[in-house]
């Protein structure tokens, strides 16, 4: 299968740290990435593993664990802007797999 | 630079009915997808597009049709709208297929159809 699962729901407050992890049941697959979704708006990319490791990009991060079968993201210094849902996707090829999302509530 | 541009962005149809939804990109992209997005399910991959002049199924493309008309435009048909396709529905293009390692979907706005 390719079934990737995700937590439905995180709270935080903001200016705290929240890991949204991602955990899959596939393999073969090029790489992880990240997509952030407003209320109505479109997803957008965040970040791209194609190794295991860490990928830093501003106050985000991605990790990436081919032998755990898992991954996250990280979100430090929280604002209220992100509050948002949060999609990990795996690619075979060009084929994007996306999981089933997890909305961020940011909370003041 | 306007990316990915889909229309329209709002459509009522009634059951039987057919309907085009248009995208195109101006990034030169090679590979082209269409979305759904559903509410607590994701977004599923109907069809996609490697190059001009392929498709491909993705894991839902029963009761849609797509074109790829020439590099720019992916266009995605329902023939005989039914209410199971009420969604969202989303365009995208990527770099795959070129030399870049970029492996990143830039999306359109969405369109959201609602089929009575």
């Known amino acids: 299968g390719q079934s990737l699962e995700q937590p439905s729901e995180v709270t935080a407050v903001e200016g705290a740290i929240v890991q949204i992890n991602c955990t899959y049941q596939t393999s073969g697959f090029y790489g992880l990435s990240w997509y952030q979704q407003h209320d109505g708006g479109a997803p957008t990319f965040l970040s791209y593993?194609?190794?295991?490791g860490l990928e830093e990009t501003g106050r985000f991060s991605s990790f990436l664990s081919r032998s755990d079968s898992y991954g996250y993201l990280l979100l430090q210094e929280l604002q209220m802007k992100d509050s948002a849902s949060y999609f990990c996707?795996?690619?075979?090829?060009?084929?994007?797999?996306f999981g089933p999302g997890t909305r961020l509530s940011v909370l003041p | 630079n306007a990316g990915v541009t889909q229309t329209p962005k709002f459509q009522v149809l009634k059951t039987g009915q057919s309907m085009t939804l248009q995208c195109a990109q101006d990034m030169n992209h090679n590979s082209m997808y269409w979305y759904r997005q559903d509410p607590g399910m994701g977004l599923r991959l109907i069809y996609y597009?490697?190059?001009?002049?392929?498709?491909d199924k993705g894991e839902v493309p029963n009761g849609y049709n797509v074109s790829r008309l020439n590099k720019r435009e992916f266009s995605l048909r329902l023939e005989s709208a039914a209410p199971s396709q009420t969604s969202v529905y989303f365009c995208a293009s990527s770099e795959w297929g070129t030399a870049s390692t970029n492996e990143k979907l830039f999306f359109g706005s969405g369109t959201q159809l609602s089929v009575l």
């Open positions: 593993n194609a190794l295991d």
């Open positions: 996707a795996v690619n075979y090829g060009q084929n994007f797999v």
């Open positions: 597009s490697a190059s001009e002049g392929t498709t």
